[in-house]
């Protein structure tokens, strides 16, 4: 909801011409002003409606087309694009036709029957209008759309009905000095710049900043010829009032100077919240869905805190399950012999990795002459007791093979 919605009444600023009263004049603030502000919306809107007065372009129809060319077929070491006919010229033999190839059309050719325009929600229109209203009212979105503010006496700025009887363009500066709004018009006027890219030779050469926006109510009023030659400031009648004007670039927060007549008109052509628009058949404005947006306040209010349950201090936590081969303090709480049986098996795991080392070691260690003179003499007295007990010693051939002495 938007910030003036705390102030019921508006001033409407005097000006010279008017005749001096003892009490300022006041008028009520209208409820579109209170709408709920939607950018995400207003940029839709936008962006659908601003295609809608572009003019269709497309190539011409014969364009990379007016060549006699023909393939050369296969079997000539040479892609298969049409290629132009005749000789006696760089352009013979050239590819033709194609995408990739100079001189050629371009790829999808564009048609003037493309779907230039966009159909938009009356309903959604509506809403990006009365949105882009209400936000105009807020000072802080105006000066972040880059509008300067410095001297104005406040927003929504409402200036009286004798404005839109005024003619001259240096009446017209004047008021704008008096209601303090002349500062943003010098800075549209000194933003004049050639524009960047190629847009400067379409028609389009020169850009500026946005000025303020005057909203009239009085059909034909001479006001727009007065405000109409000073750069920067577009007019607009309440009853025609445009997206594209009050958030050009679909960004919100226009600076618009409403006359009274136009303030006042508000209520009737977009309704009220209970009440439906005398001049839209059926619409009523939109309601935000917050009256009040601070959040953190309304849930620490006293109101809120009273009715709340308590904070839960004690609660139980699920424990988290864990594997008991996996992780070991679950397996001692389980069994506590496993801490015994674990240790005994590493024990008995290091004595046989040292019996193993140990008889390795001897085996890859040389005897000594000592062992191995104990070693051949046990085998030579093996050795005579075989003979000794053998049968076969009675016999001269196996006497003989075996080499024992009679």
């Known amino acids: 909801m938007a910030a003036a919605a705390a102030r019921p009444l ?3 600023q005097t000006l010279d011409s008017d005749m001096s009263t003892d009490s300022p004049l ?12 939607r950018p995400d919306l207003v940029n839709f809107v936008h962006a659908n409606m601003s295609k809608n007065s572009r003019q269709p372009y497309a190539v011409s129809r014969r364009a990379g087309h007016q060549t006699s ?10 892609s298969r694009i049409p290629r132009v006919c005749g000789g006696g010229t760089h352009r013979a033999g ?11 059309r371009m790829f999808a050719p564009t048609k003037i029957w493309r779907r230039w325009h966009r159909k938009i929600n009356v309903n959604m229109k509506r809403f990006a209008v009365v949105s882009a209203i209400a936000a105009s009212a807020v000072p802080s979105l105006v000066m972040a759309r880059g509008h300067r503010l410095e001297s104005v006496p406040e927003l929504p700025l409402v200036v009286s009905d004798s404005a839109e009887s005024v003619e001259k363009t240096s009446a017209a500066i004047k008021i704008l000095k008096q209601i303090g709004a002349f500062p943003d018009a010098e800075k549209a006027k000194d933003s004049l710049a050639i524009r960047p890219g190629k847009g ?51 960004h919100l927060g226009r600076f618009v100077i409403w006359t009274k007549g136009a303030f006042e008109k508000l209520d009737e052509i977009y309704g009220t919240f209970d009440k439906p628009s005398a001049k839209k058949n059926g619409y009523v404005l939109p309601r935000a869905k917050m009256l009040n947006g601070d959040l953190a306040r309304i849930v620490n209010s006293d109101e809120i805190q009273s009715v709340v349950r308590p904070t839960k201090k004690e609660f139980k936590r699920a424990p988290m399950k864990k594997n008991p081969l996996k992780n070991l303090n ?44 104990a070693i051949k003499a046990s085998g030579k007295a093996f050795y005579k007791t075989m003979i000794s007990d053998s049968d076969y010693t009675e016999f001269e051939n196996f006497s003989k093979w075996l080499g024992a002495s009679q």
């Open 200 to 250: 400067k030779m379409r028609n389009r050469r020169y850009i500026s900043r946005k000025g303020p926006l005057i909203v009239y109510a009085t059909e034909g009023a001479k006001i727009v010829k007065a405000f109409r030659n000073i750069p920067g400031i577009d007019i607009c009648h309440v009853d025609r009032l445009n997206l594209l004007k009050l958030a050009p670039g679909g």
């Open 10 to 12: 508006v001033t409407v």
């Open 330 to 373: 679950v397996l001692l709480k389980l069994n506590p012999y496993a801490e015994t049986a674990r240790r005994m098996a590493l024990l008995a795991e290091e004595q046989r990795k040292k019996a193993k080392a140990e008889k390795l070691g001897k085996k890859r260690t040389g005897l000594t002459k000592e062992e191995e003179k």
């Open 26 to 37: 006041t008028v009520p603030l209208p409820d579109v002003v209170k709408a709920p502000i």
């Open 69 to 78: 060319a023909e393939s050369w077929g296969t079997g000539r070491a040479v």
């Open 94 to 104: 050239q590819g033709a036709f194609g995408n990739m190839c100079r001189g050629g």
